[in-house]
């Protein structure tokens, strides 16, 4: 199928054109239920789920809650993921619609998933990246800009996208520091084909965070917004004042070596994503903690204004 009629048949029955991020341990069930009635794309990683049988029961309860509407689940590729095996079963089993590939590049698990009718996309943080994840055959390119919340890139979103979209006529899902709809109508300018939105998700109802970490978001800036590798061995943002009252220094944190990557667990800091809290530099437009549905309506009442703003036609799918 063409990419055109791809991202057709993905908008038919959405509201704007936006793919929830999927957010280790924040996001559930339930806000990926949310999402998709809400009238976007819905994911959660399937490492949130905390073993395989009860990923099983998580993407049954999904299916149940959002009917025939697209959502996604994440799959970490890495080889330090130990469940990747057995989950992928899982969603090979559930017919997952969207899979979301991170952190390595694996064309066999491209090919499987495709074979069972998952559209696969895979995140980026490079040209490089982007093209080798192409020569592998993915439906969909997430190229991961400066700025995101949880593991993040160090390239401007502009460059990173005018370079990509030179060559790559796919589907394209712009990740960081999306939280406005002003700010998805600028990624469709960009060339995006849907904006990819995490952070904001971080103080809605249905999140599995704390109230203390919801209340963080509302209250952060992008200056609140720390980038290290020390966690995990690849950069991820993290919230400066989660960092300090955990005893840490943010502007002292350990550097590691290039590709001395551990994402067991969540990292080989125990504390890593469960109590040092990861945000990306977009939280400053997120006002108050609410149902993802009235993120939603806010959400897509601003892309409505800033489609009007610029003279341009209602956005229908």
């Known amino acids: 199928m063409a990419s055109k009629d791809v991202a057709a048949r993905l908008k038919a029955g959405l509201r704007i054109p936006v793919m929830a991020g999927p957010m280790f341990i924040a996001s559930t069930p339930e806000l990926v239920i949310a999402q998709c009635n809400a009238g976007i794309i819905g994911s959660m ?45 899982i969603v090979l089993k559930h017919k997952v619609p969207i899979v979301v590939l991170a952190l390595a590049a694996n064309p066999d698990l491209v090919r499987q998933l495709q074979a069972n009718g998952a ?20 439906d969909g ?50 060339g995006a084909d849907f904006a990819y ?5 971080l103080s809605t109802t249905e999140a599995n965070t704390q109230n203390e970490f919801k209340q963080m978001v509302v209250d952060g800036f992008a200056a609140d917004i720390v980038t290290s590798n020390g966690f995990t061995g690849v950069n991820a943002n993290f919230l400066r004042p989660s960092l300090i009252q955990h005893g840490f220094d943010p502007d002292n944190l350990v550097k590691r070596e290039r590709g001395n990557v551990n994402i067991s667990d969540g990292g080989d800091n125990a504390k890593a994503w469960k109590e040092i809290w990861s945000a990306g530099q977009g939280i400053g437009a997120i006002k108050r903690s609410e149902p993802a549905a009235a993120y939603i309506d806010w959400l897509v009442e601003d892309y ?10 209602v956005w229908q799918a």
């Open 141 to 190: 390119i997430i190229p991961v800009g400066a700025g995101a919340g949880g593991h993040t890139g160090d390239q401007s979103p502009f460059a990173l996208m005018q370079e990509i979209r030179e060559w790559w006529d796919g589907l394209l899902l712009l990740s960081g520091c999306i939280a406005t709809g002003r700010s998805v109508l600028a990624a469709e300018v960009l």
């Open 197 to 201: 939105i995490g952070s904001a998700f």
């Open 304 to 313: 409505r204004a800033a489609r009007a703003a610029m003279g341009m036609p």
């Open 45 to 89: 990683p399937a490492l949130n789920a905390r073993t395989t049988e009860a990923l099983d029961a998580d993407i049954a309860r999904i299916k149940a809650g959002v009917g025939d509407k697209p959502y996604a689940i994440n799959l970490v590729a890495h080889r330090t993921n130990a469940r990747l095996g057995p989950d992928l079963e």
């Open 119 to 138: 559209l696969v996309f895979q995140d980026v943080i490079k040209d490089r990246h982007a093209r080798k994840c192409a020569e592998m055959g993915v």
